[in-house]
């Protein structure tokens, strides 16, 4: 189905090289069954290993730093809009614990033995039912059946360590949520904090509040995350020029531009995608 896919590491080992970059097509999440597999996430270095789940967004942008040539693992790659018509479940403690721990480079975790490997039971399932030339009725259901289920054991997971580490409040998660979708609508064009505000209904200060409090982050800094990380596939997947590039994401001039990438990243525009010249697409 369009709005599910699964790949194994036949998949990945088929174009995947150390030191390439990738930006998934979709947002994912790893099984790694056997092996061992070191990453940047936005620049930040991360490892997991036998027996680890990695949830990934795309809108980070991951680097393949090391791994090892006997893999086993999974990705289960999901089209976010399609899946949040078709599976009857509430996404909302799933993005908040990414939000929360995206910093902390804490969505990586271990399942209880057993859960895991009845969770990659599933996915061998899904994977099945997905990538196999089936056609009969009820084959739509149980893909969502496979997928819903699998959901709701990470979410098990989830949201106990979740509420064992952090007290969220629903109203302010509520606000966080909605600031982050609608950042990801806007950000190239609307950067000041006044616009989202505005949006929410809300004032500025009680916006950094909920913001702060919920992922001790600045609401700033989303939107300047959301612009660098654009950025750099931009430049990394494209040949458009840097003003071009600039003129994209709203920015007054190519140095205004070029001030806020260094800033961010410590390079230019140039000298970053000089130095990041080869990109590996859309493998997961």
Do not use: W
Request: net charge positive; charged share 25%; glycine share 4%.
């Amino acid at each position: 189905m369009s709005f599910i896919k699964i790949l194994t590491e036949k998949d990945f080992l088929k174009n995947a090289k150390e030191g390439y970059l990738l930006r998934p097509s979709g947002n994912s999440v790893i099984f790694l069954v056997e092996g061992t597999i070191e990453m940047e996430i936005n620049g930040k270095p991360v490892s997991f290993d036998d027996e680890h789940i990695i949830l990934i967004s795309k809108k980070n942008i991951y680097k393949l730093v090391r791994f090892t040539k006997t893999l086993e693992m999974y990705v289960l790659i999901h089209n976010r809009e399609v899946t949040r018509e078709k599976v009857q479940f509430n996404f909302s403690r799933y993005d908040v614990y990414q939000i929360i721990n995206a910093e902390k480079n804490q969505n990586i975790f271990k399942l209880e033995n057993t859960v895991f490997h009845q969770t990659v039971g599933l996915v061998k399932l899904l994977n099945y039912y997905t990538n196999h030339d089936i056609k009969f009725s009820s084959q739509e259901q149980i893909i969502i059946a496979l997928f819903t289920a699998i959901i709701h054991i990470l979410m098990d997971s989830l949201v106990e360590k979740l509420q064992s580490e952090t007290k969220i409040n629903t109203r302010k998660e509520e606000i966080v949520l909605r600031f982050i979708e609608l950042v990801s609508i806007h950000f190239k064009t609307k950067k000041r904090l006044g616009f989202y505000a505005e949006k929410l209904h809300i004032s500025i200060k009680y916006l950094s509040i909920c913001v702060k409090e919920i992922t001790h982050r600045p609401p700033t800094e989303f939107i300047a995350n959301a612009l660098t990380n654009e950025a750099k596939t931009l430049l990394l997947s494209t040949k458009k020029t840097i003003s071009d590039i600039s003129s994209e994401l709203s920015f007054s001039d190519q140095y205004a531009f070029g001030k806020f990438f260094k800033k961010h990243t410590g390079l230019s525009p140039k000298n970053y995608r000089i130095k990041n010249g080869t990109i590996f697409i859309d493998t997961i």
